[in-house]
C-alpha cells in the first residue's frame, strides 16, 4: 500500500481509479504484481461479509500480473488498460471455467466459449480476479439472489441493503474497493441500478455497441454489456477496449468506429432535456427528487441549456412492455426446465420468466412492432436535445428484508432506455440518508460520446464519486 500515483498521496491504492493506477505503473511506482496482491488480501478479508464473489481467480491473477510486469520490464508496447485488475459479472464465459449465470441450476456449468467481452479485455492486458455474483439469469433489479445468496450493500455494514441488480457482484465489489473497476450488463437497469445503490459511475451502452458473443443472455432484443467503475473516464477507457464489431454477433456490424477516450466535446451550449418532477412517479424519494434538480442547476452552472420538456407519451409505461419482452425471451431461453418444481429456481425469478404464459399468439411479435414504431417517434421527440436528464433510481437502497419482489420501483426509471434503444450513463449525485443516490444522463443511440462528456464535466464540479462506503473503509488495508 506504499506505492501511489504522485498526484494521489492521500488515496489508498484500493480507492484508486484505473486512469490514476495506470499512471502508477508507468511511473514505476507500482507493480502489477503488488496490486493484484493487495486486491486478493482485501478480498480474503471482506468478501465473507460482502458476498460479491462466485470464484476468486487468484493463482491466474497472480500469474497474470507477473506477465504483465515482465512486458512493462521490457519496454513492450502497452495500452492503457494493461496489468490492471477487473472483477467479471457471471454471465460471461470463459471456455471451460464453471459460468452459472446466477443460478443453482447452473453451478456445475462449463462454458464452450469465451465472451468477446473477456476476450477483449484480455488482450487489452486486462486481469480478472474473478467472477462476481448476479440476480439469477440478470433478472431482476433489486439485486436479491435468494439460493446464491444475495450481496451485501458496503454502505451499510448494520444492515443486509439490497446492492441493486443485476449486477449486484460487480457493483459490490468495485464499492467495497475490492477491484477498481468490473463489467455488468443492463437490460432494464442492470448496470445502472447497482450504480445508483453503491455510488458508482456505469454505463449503459446502445444495444449493438458491445457484441454479446458467448454472454448468458436474458434478452437478446435488449441487452447490453456495460461498464461499472469510480469515474467516467474509467468508463471511456473500457468502452474504447470492448467496442466494435464482431461477426458473432451481427448487431454490432453497423455501429460507427470511435474512441471515446478522445478529447471531449464541450458541454456549453449542450441542450439538456429536463422533464416536470410532476412526471416522475409517486413513489420517489424526495432526496433523490432533490439531488436530481441539483445535477440540473450544476450542468446550467457549466454552460448547458437545461430546458423543460414533457416526456413522450408514455415513456415511463414502456416499463411494462420491456418487462413483456424480455419474459417472453427469457422463457425462449430456460423453457426446458422453468416449469420443473425440482429445479432449483429462486421463485421471484420462475415467476417473471413464466409470465410469458400471459402473451396470447402473436403478442411477443406485436411487441416488436410496437416498440419499433415508438423508437421512431422518441428520436423525432429527441432530435432537438442532446440528453435527458433523469434521476437513476426513485429511492436509496432499501433493507434486504423490505424487498417487495413484485416492486416496479428499481427499473422504473430505467427501463424504458433499453426499450427505446437508447444509451445513459448513472452517476453518484450525492447521499440521501448516508446512502447514495444518482443521476442518468439519458443520450440517442450510439452517442455514447456526448453522456460521457456530460457526465465528466458533472464529475468536475462534484465530489460525489469521490464518495466511499463507510464499511469499506473500515476494512485493513
Known sequence: MKHLHPANHDTPLHWQTLSQLRAALDAGLLHSAELVDALLRRIDRADAHLHAFVEVYADEARALARAADKARTARMPLGPLHGL??????????????????????????????????????AAGMIPLGKVHMTEFAFGGWGTNPLMGT???????????????????TGVAVAAGLAPAGIGS???????????FNGLTGLKV?????????TGLLSW????????????????????????PDPRDPTTLAQPLERFTAEPRAVQGLRIALPDAAELPPFMHPGVTAAWQAAARVFESLGAHVVPVRLPAGFFDSAVPAG?????????????????????????????IQAARHCGPGDYAQELRT????????????????????PTVAIPALALEHVDEASPIPGYLTRPVNYLGLCALAQPAGLVDGLPVGIQLVGKPFDEATVLALGAAFEAATPFHTMHAPYATQVSA
Open 324 to 352: 413483456r419482452i424480455m419474459s417472453s425471451e427469457a422463457f425462449s431461453l430456460h423453457r426446458d426446465y422453468v416449469d420443473d418444481p425440482s429445479a432449483p429456481l429462486g421463485e421471484a425469478v420462475r415467476a417473471r
Open 186 to 196: 443492463d437490460t432494464g437497469g442492470s448496470v445502472r441500478i447497482p450504480s445508483a
Open 85 to 122: 485488475p477487473i472483477v467479471l459479472k457471471d454471465l460471461l464465459d470463459i471456455e471451460g471455467r464453471v459460468g452459472t449465470l446466477g443460478s443453482k441450476h447452473c453451478a456445475t456449468r462449463v462454458a464452450a466459449q469465451t465472451s468477446a467481452t473477456v476476450e477483449r479485455l484480455l
Open 221 to 244: 432484443t435488449l441487452d447490453t454489456i456495460g461498464p461499472m467503475a469510480r469515474c467516467v473516464h474509467d468508463c471511456a477507457l473500457l468502452l474504447d477496449a470492448l467496442a466494435g
Open 151 to 169: 450481496p451485501r450493500n458496503p454502505w451499510d455494514r448494520a444492515q443486509h441493503r439490497v446492492p441493486g441488480g443485476s449486477s449486484s457482484g
Open 206 to 214: 446502445t444495444h449493438g455497441r458491445i457484441s454479446l458473443h458467448a
Open 371 to 390: 416498440m419499433a414504431q415508438r423508437r421512431r417517434a422518441c428520436a423525432q421527440w429527441f432530435a432537438s436535445f442532446d440528453a435527458l436528464l433523469l
